[in-house]
């Protein structure tokens, strides 16, 4: 693997010199299709959130969009989107002057229409205006920050807005034309019970959105509830957590949604099937995270995104104030970026695939990365496999329900770490 | 010299009452060593031995002393191992003596160390010389020393010399009394040479040197010599003695201690206690002679799998100049390979591995320490046994025995009554109780060495804030219900923490280190059961609950690098992990477990 170490402040006068990093610069090569952009801009920081992000101050919001429209400008030659992704931070907290900057821009440099545009939401920051803006502009899809929709647990995790607003938000999305709309939701909150769980399922589900994302609550270091995790104002109940996502499979299950991912559902509809027909990916399934979970090239723009291209994973400076100051002198702020070997980066693949419910097909694994599953993983599909945590198909190898549930362990064992015995040779791993 | 004219005389003291500063007052009362080149403490050479305030090795001196009576005498002191781990290699110096100087500390009294020492000189029938020392502290009580002399020794108090090592005061009384009181040698009457071979050590330049007191004849360069026990014939190259550094002399005679060397190139060569002898004209070797048997035996194994060799090395550096210790290769399924170690005891299990670390910078790590047991089958054979992992099936064991030790406890009356629960909890019993003074009490029990091998003399250390002191020498083996204790996980045994206990103790021992086990292994994605088995019979248990899940909650884009580094961390951990049946421990638990139990 190559490194490129971080390049340190002194240095961002003096133009990166290394490979690698003049790989990940934008040179001619075939178009990338997936673009994300990242705002590090919220309210007020919750208190699990381990994201780039932090509450604007001064006029650096209008410094950062000037500068992203800059780091378009950077990579527009080479960027022909078919999904946008506007994640953060929180990209509703652009004014509408502010997004029509940034819509121009897109639009100036024939990056859109995009046939799945994500912008993310907080309920607290929407105004139909900004809904209708940025849907005539090509948005098409919204994922609303919602987390929880118990007051006392919004609360807890520092939300900025409130259950009413969640509901009202949505009417206001729909009102607007939206059609693909995704809640994200937390489970296993301090405090939060299977009750309170069960009923925020219920609410949600009526509401009636394309997509759902519910996740564990993850104790990220450096974040307020990891301190009280730590500092042992609370106790991890793991059974609880259990029973919440079992609950949570069984009941979106029925109610017409689909799993895909670890984390992700959505419904199927044969008619408005709108972007691709997988066999085992539901219609309203977000086509731009598929797209990481496949190993697709993709941009990443703003302070802290990570891209994937030309082979080269590279991620920009997690500083704002750098990464508008580079980009002021008309470069891009990268921090760092690696290239791994073919093996090591079709382990890779192979491990994030897992997460998905589909699986990996052996003959898409093989178009994408040139190695063959049942050649260089067979033992490991085995091993997976017996413990029934894994299943093979004719054309296809995926988690089984309980498998899911150990995709970190079950991915582990299909990685191909770089310098480690394993490499080159005939893989032996233990679960 | 003529015989007439030489002492030879070994120093018993307990640790701190001044052994080392009084031998250096006679060196430079003496004149063996000029003042100027005095530097403290001439006789103790290694750190180890200094801070343990213990010698391993015999230090034997050539002093030239003018008496009073004008006459010219050589003083030969045998500075003695000083514990009893090293009993043999003790009675084999004290052997080369007629006499002891039994130093006692004014302020402190007689300590068990003494005690143990004390008896070994007296069946040697050496003449004991006692000192008191340290009469210039003001809390010094003189009578209280020469009564304690009387009450544990049996010494008649009022024949002890008093003195000041660090003042200088008595020394010159006290090389008076070496003189008058301690019996100069007597040839054997025997028809030709024999000396005694009471220590070696190795030296890169002339190869294993040889300490010996000659008995009879006398010792030139050029000599044809053999050993009977070691059964070798060497030509002497040199015979010298030490002031303290060696210098060579001309010939060694009766009576005389020194050095020889010849070409011998491992000290495994030369068996202590064993009688150089004339090779065409043999005399009858001396009394006395043992092979040296290790009392305790553990593995040691070195933490990083690489340093095994490493470690052999190492190891066959050490018994360069220590010719007790013992190894063989052993391996283990949890820690790998190692070495199977024999030590005379536990002090000298501990100085070998605190020398593996801090001399060779090993990190290593021991497993529980077995004593020797005797295995007495129903076919009427008998096996010894040292490793629990080759204790032959029960049903064909008629009984075991195991090594008893009498151990001498000294302390304050008010510990007495933890000091003989700690000893009953050890399975040991009380034999008698002395009175040394107003504050002390001495207790001698019979205890089963594998009771006192881990952490006895804490415990009293503990028990007596310090006060207290202990010592012990073998006493015979008796029968013992002993069972082989073994620690299993799902079902497979953890060969590392297999150990012969007493039955009475097994089930908290088992306990114990079940509970320890328990904090230690990683949870897995099945449930793991921890238990401790007494031949088959489980007696304790304990569950690591299975992990119910192991996956990141959310994963997108811009985590996948970190997260597969996190991935490719827990992958490599893993293979450093042992697999025991299908459970993976990582090295590190055994260790920890291995440290505290
Ligand atoms: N006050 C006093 N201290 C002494 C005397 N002899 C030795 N010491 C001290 O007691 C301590 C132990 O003495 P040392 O000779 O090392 O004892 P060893 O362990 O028996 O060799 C040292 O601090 C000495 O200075 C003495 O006669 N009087
Ligand atoms: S709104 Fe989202 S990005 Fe902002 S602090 Fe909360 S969780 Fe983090």
Redesign the pocket.
């Given at each position: 693997m190559i490194t490129v170490a971080p390049i340190s402040f002194a240095a961002a006068d003096i133009q990166p010199t290394t490979s690698v990093l003049a790989a990940a610069k934008t040179l001619p090569g075939p178009l990338v299709e997936s673009l994300y952009i990242h705002v590090p801009f919220c309210a007020h920081k919750c208190e699990y959130c381990a994201f780039y992000s932090a509450p604007p101050s001064g006029d650096v919001i209008h410094r950062y969009v000037h500068a992203l429209v800059k780091e378009l400008e950077l990579v527009a030659s080479r960027a022909r989107p078919k999904t946008i992704f506007f994640g953060g931070g929180t990209p509703s907290l652009l004014t509408l002057k502010q997004w029509e900057t940034v819509l121009e821009a897109m639009h100036r440099l024939q990056l859109l229409p995009a046939a799945e545009w994500t912008v993310e939401c907080n309920p607290a920051t929407l105004s139909i205006d900004k809904a209708r803006l940025l849907r005539s502009a090509g948005v098409n899809r919204i994922s609303m920050g919602v987390q929880s929709l118990d007051e006392s647990l919004l609360d807890r995790l520092g939300r900025v807005h409130s259950r009413e607003m969640v509901f009202r938000s949505y009417h206001l999305l729909r009102d607007a034309g939206f059609r693909n709309i995704n809640i994200d939701l937390m489970f296993a909150i301090p405090g939060q019970t299977l009750d309170t769980w069960r009923k925020t399922i219920d609410e949600a589900l009526s509401l009636g959105t394309e997509h759902l994302s519910c996740y564990e609550v993850i104790y990220e270091e450096d974040t307020p509830l990891y301190e009280q995790l730590k500092a042992g104002e609370f106790d991890v109940d793991e059974a609880l957590a259990c029973s919440m996502y079992e609950v949570l499979v069984d009941c979106l299950a029925e109610n017409g949604f689909q799993q895909y991912e670890v984390a992700n559902f959505a419904r199927h509809s044969t008619s408005e099937a709108e972007v691709c027909q997988h066999p085992f990916i539901p219609s309203w399934a977000c086509q731009h995270n598929l797209g990481y979970w496949r190993g697709l090239d993709s941009f990443g723009l703003g302070p802290s995104a990570s891209e994937y291209v030309d082979g080269v994973r590279s991620k920009n400076w997690s500083n704002t104030d750098l990464w508008i100051t580079q980009l002021e002198r008309g470069r891009r702020a990268k921090e760092s970026a690696e290239a791994l070997a073919p093996l090591s980066r079709a382990g890779e693949l192979a491990a994030f695939g897992l997460r998905m419910n589909a699986g990996w097909s052996f003959t898409e694994f093989l178009a994408r990365t040139g190695f063959d599953l049942r050649h260089d993983w067979s033992e490991d599909m085995e091993a997976l496999i017996s413990r029934n945590w894994a299943v093979r198909g004719e054309d296809r190898f995926h988690l089984t329900r309980d498998g899911i549930r150990f995709a970190d362990a079950a991915g582990a064992c299909f990685l191909r770490p770089e310098g480690s015995a394993s490499q080159g040779s005939k893989p032996k791993s233990r679960i | 010299m003529d015989a007439a004219h030489i002492r030879n005389f070994s120093i018993i003291?307990?640790?701190?009452?001044?052994?080392?500063?009084?031998?250096?007052r006679l060196l430079q009362r003496t004149g063996t060593v000029a003042d100027r080149e005095m530097e403290d403490?001439m006789l103790?050479a290694m750190d180890l031995e200094r801070e343990r305030?213990i010698t391993i090795k015999a230090h034997p001196v050539t002093m030239l002393y003018r008496a009073k009576n004008g006459e010219e005498y050589e003083l030969n002191l045998i500075d003695t191992p000083g514990h009893v781990d090293f009993a043999y290699e003790v009675s084999r110096s004290l052997s080369a003596c007629e006499g002891a100087l039994l130093?006692i500390?004014a302020a402190q009294g007689v300590e068990a160390q003494t005690v143990a020492n004390v008896h070994l000189a007296m069946k040697q029938e050496l003449q004991i010389l006692p000192v008191i020392?340290?009469?210039?502290?003001p809390h010094a009580n003189v009578p209280m020393a020469q009564q304690q002399l009387e009450d544990v020794l049996a010494i008649p108090g009022d024949t002890a010399l008093l003195?000041?090592?660090?003042?200088g005061?008595g020394i010159e009384e006290i090389l008076e009394a070496i003189v008058a009181r301690i019996p100069a040698p007597k040839p054997t009457g025997a028809k030709s040479l024999q000396a005694l071979i009471f220590d070696s050590y190795f030296n890169t330049y002339k190869g294993v040197v040889v300490l010996v007191r000659v008995f009879n004849g006398e010792l030139r360069p050029g000599m044809m010599v053999k050993m009977p026990h070691s059964g070798k014939t060497v030509e002497i190259k040199e015979v010298g003695s030490f002031n303290p550094k060696p210098y060579i002399r001309e010939k060694l005679e009766v009576g005389e201690t020194g050095y020889i060397t010849a070409n011998i190139k491992t000290p495994r060569e030369v068996k202590v206690g064993d009688t150089i002898l004339d090779s065409k004209n043999p005399a009858t070797p001396l009394p006395g002679f043992q092979e040296i048997h290790p009392m305790v035996f553990s593995g040691i194994y070195p933490i990083n799998p690489g340093d095994y060799e490493p470690l052999k090395v190492a190891m066959s550096k050490l018994q360069l100049n220590d010719s007790a210790l013992t190894y063989q290769t052993e391996s283990s399924a949890a820690l790998g390979f190692g070495l199977r170690c024999g030590f005379l005891g536990l002090l000298h299990m501990e100085i070998v591995q605190e020398r593996l670390r801090r001399e060779f910078e090993m990190d290593i790590i021991a497993t529980y320490p077995s004593v020797v047991y005797r295995v007495q089958m129903t076919d009427g054979t008998e096996k010894e046994v040292d490793n629990p992992a080759f204790l032959p099936d029960v049903t064909y064991i008629e009984q075991i025995l195991e090594p008893v030790v009498k151990a001498f406890v000294i302390c304050p009356n008010d510990s007495i009554g933890d000091m003989m629960s700690l000893i009953s909890e050890k399975r040991g019993s009380i034999q008698n109780t002395e009175t040394m003074d107003a504050r002390r009490v001495m207790l001698s029990a019979r205890i089963p060495l594998n009771e006192i091998l881990i952490d006895f003399h804490d415990r009293i250390k503990s028990l007596t804030k310090g006060y207290g002191s202990m010592d012990y020498e073998p006493d015979g083996y008796d029968p013992s219900d002993m069972v082989k204790l073994d620690m299993m996980v799902n079902g497979e045994v953890m060969d590392a923490f297999s150990a012969l206990v007493h039955r009475s103790k097994a089930e908290n021992r088992g306990r114990a280190i079940a509970a320890k086990l328990k904090e230690v292994i990683p949870r897995q994605q099945y449930q793991v059961a921890i238990q401790a088995a007494i031949g088959g019979k489980i007696v304790a248990r304990e569950t690591v609950s299975a992990l119910r899940k192991d996956v990141t909650a959310k994963c997108y884009g811009g985590d996948i690098s970190r997260k597969r580094k996190l991935l490719e961390k827990q992958r490599e951990g893993k293979k450093r992990m042992k697999a025991v049946g299908s459970v993976d421990i990582p090295q590190e638990a055994f260790i920890e477990v291995l440290k505290t139990s």
């Amino acid at each position: 693997m190559i490194t490129v170490a971080p390049i340190s402040f002194a240095a961002a006068d003096i133009q990166p010199t290394t490979s690698v990093l003049a790989a990940a610069k934008t040179l001619p090569g075939p178009l990338v299709e997936s673009l994300y952009i990242h705002v590090p801009f919220c309210a007020h920081k919750c208190e699990y959130c381990a994201f780039y992000s932090a509450p604007p101050s001064g006029d650096v919001i209008h410094r950062y969009v000037h500068a992203l429209v800059k780091e378009l400008e950077l990579v527009a030659s080479r960027a022909r989107p078919k999904t946008i992704f506007f994640g953060g931070g929180t990209p509703s907290l652009l004014t509408l002057k502010q997004w029509e900057t940034v819509l121009e821009a897109m639009h100036r440099l024939q990056l859109l229409p995009a046939a799945e545009w994500t912008v993310e939401c907080n309920p607290a920051t929407l105004s139909i205006d900004k809904a209708r803006l940025l849907r005539s502009a090509g948005v098409n899809r919204i994922s609303m920050g919602v987390q929880s929709l118990d007051e006392s647990l919004l609360d807890r995790l520092g939300r900025v807005h409130s259950r009413e607003m969640v509901f009202r938000s949505y009417h206001l999305l729909r009102d607007a034309g939206f059609r693909n709309i995704n809640i994200d939701l937390m489970f296993a909150i301090p405090g939060q019970t299977l009750d309170t769980w069960r009923k925020t399922i219920d609410e949600a589900l009526s509401l009636g959105t394309e997509h759902l994302s519910c996740y564990e609550v993850i104790y990220e270091e450096d974040t307020p509830l990891y301190e009280q995790l730590k500092a042992g104002e609370f106790d991890v109940d793991e059974a609880l957590a259990c029973s919440m996502y079992e609950v949570l499979v069984d009941c979106l299950a029925e109610n017409g949604f689909q799993q895909y991912e670890v984390a992700n559902f959505a419904r199927h509809s044969t008619s408005e099937a709108e972007v691709c027909q997988h066999p085992f990916i539901p219609s309203w399934a977000c086509q731009h995270n598929l797209g990481y979970w496949r190993g697709l090239d993709s941009f990443g723009l703003g302070p802290s995104a990570s891209e994937y291209v030309d082979g080269v994973r590279s991620k920009n400076w997690s500083n704002t104030d750098l990464w508008i100051t580079q980009l002021e002198r008309g470069r891009r702020a990268k921090e760092s970026a690696e290239a791994l070997a073919p093996l090591s980066r079709a382990g890779e693949l192979a491990a994030f695939g897992l997460r998905m419910n589909a699986g990996w097909s052996f003959t898409e694994f093989l178009a994408r990365t040139g190695f063959d599953l049942r050649h260089d993983w067979s033992e490991d599909m085995e091993a997976l496999i017996s413990r029934n945590w894994a299943v093979r198909g004719e054309d296809r190898f995926h988690l089984t329900r309980d498998g899911i549930r150990f995709a970190d362990a079950a991915g582990a064992c299909f990685l191909r770490p770089e310098g480690s015995a394993s490499q080159g040779s005939k893989p032996k791993s233990r679960i | 010299m003529d015989a007439a004219h030489i002492r030879n005389f070994s120093i018993i003291a307990h640790i701190d009452h001044g052994k080392t500063t009084l031998s250096d007052r006679l060196l430079q009362r003496t004149g063996t060593v000029a003042d100027r080149e005095m530097e403290d403490q001439m006789l103790d050479a290694m750190d180890l031995e200094r801070e343990r305030g213990i010698t391993i090795k015999a230090h034997p001196v050539t002093m030239l002393y003018r008496a009073k009576n004008g006459e010219e005498y050589e003083l030969n002191l045998i500075d003695t191992p000083g514990h009893v781990d090293f009993a043999y290699e003790v009675s084999r110096s004290l052997s080369a003596c007629e006499g002891a100087l039994l130093i006692i500390d004014a302020a402190q009294g007689v300590e068990a160390q003494t005690v143990a020492n004390v008896h070994l000189a007296m069946k040697q029938e050496l003449q004991i010389l006692p000192v008191i020392n340290k009469i210039d502290l003001p809390h010094a009580n003189v009578p209280m020393a020469q009564q304690q002399l009387e009450d544990v020794l049996a010494i008649p108090g009022d024949t002890a010399l008093l003195a000041s090592a660090k003042e200088g005061i008595g020394i010159e009384e006290i090389l008076e009394a070496i003189v008058a009181r301690i019996p100069a040698p007597k040839p054997t009457g025997a028809k030709s040479l024999q000396a005694l071979i009471f220590d070696s050590y190795f030296n890169t330049y002339k190869g294993v040197v040889v300490l010996v007191r000659v008995f009879n004849g006398e010792l030139r360069p050029g000599m044809m010599v053999k050993m009977p026990h070691s059964g070798k014939t060497v030509e002497i190259k040199e015979v010298g003695s030490f002031n303290p550094k060696p210098y060579i002399r001309e010939k060694l005679e009766v009576g005389e201690t020194g050095y020889i060397t010849a070409n011998i190139k491992t000290p495994r060569e030369v068996k202590v206690g064993d009688t150089i002898l004339d090779s065409k004209n043999p005399a009858t070797p001396l009394p006395g002679f043992q092979e040296i048997h290790p009392m305790v035996f553990s593995g040691i194994y070195p933490i990083n799998p690489g340093d095994y060799e490493p470690l052999k090395v190492a190891m066959s550096k050490l018994q360069l100049n220590d010719s007790a210790l013992t190894y063989q290769t052993e391996s283990s399924a949890a820690l790998g390979f190692g070495l199977r170690c024999g030590f005379l005891g536990l002090l000298h299990m501990e100085i070998v591995q605190e020398r593996l670390r801090r001399e060779f910078e090993m990190d290593i790590i021991a497993t529980y320490p077995s004593v020797v047991y005797r295995v007495q089958m129903t076919d009427g054979t008998e096996k010894e046994v040292d490793n629990p992992a080759f204790l032959p099936d029960v049903t064909y064991i008629e009984q075991i025995l195991e090594p008893v030790v009498k151990a001498f406890v000294i302390c304050p009356n008010d510990s007495i009554g933890d000091m003989m629960s700690l000893i009953s909890e050890k399975r040991g019993s009380i034999q008698n109780t002395e009175t040394m003074d107003a504050r002390r009490v001495m207790l001698s029990a019979r205890i089963p060495l594998n009771e006192i091998l881990i952490d006895f003399h804490d415990r009293i250390k503990s028990l007596t804030k310090g006060y207290g002191s202990m010592d012990y020498e073998p006493d015979g083996y008796d029968p013992s219900d002993m069972v082989k204790l073994d620690m299993m996980v799902n079902g497979e045994v953890m060969d590392a923490f297999s150990a012969l206990v007493h039955r009475s103790k097994a089930e908290n021992r088992g306990r114990a280190i079940a509970a320890k086990l328990k904090e230690v292994i990683p949870r897995q994605q099945y449930q793991v059961a921890i238990q401790a088995a007494i031949g088959g019979k489980i007696v304790a248990r304990e569950t690591v609950s299975a992990l119910r899940k192991d996956v990141t909650a959310k994963c997108y884009g811009g985590d996948i690098s970190r997260k597969r580094k996190l991935l490719e961390k827990q992958r490599e951990g893993k293979k450093r992990m042992k697999a025991v049946g299908s459970v993976d421990i990582p090295q590190e638990a055994f260790i920890e477990v291995l440290k505290t139990s």
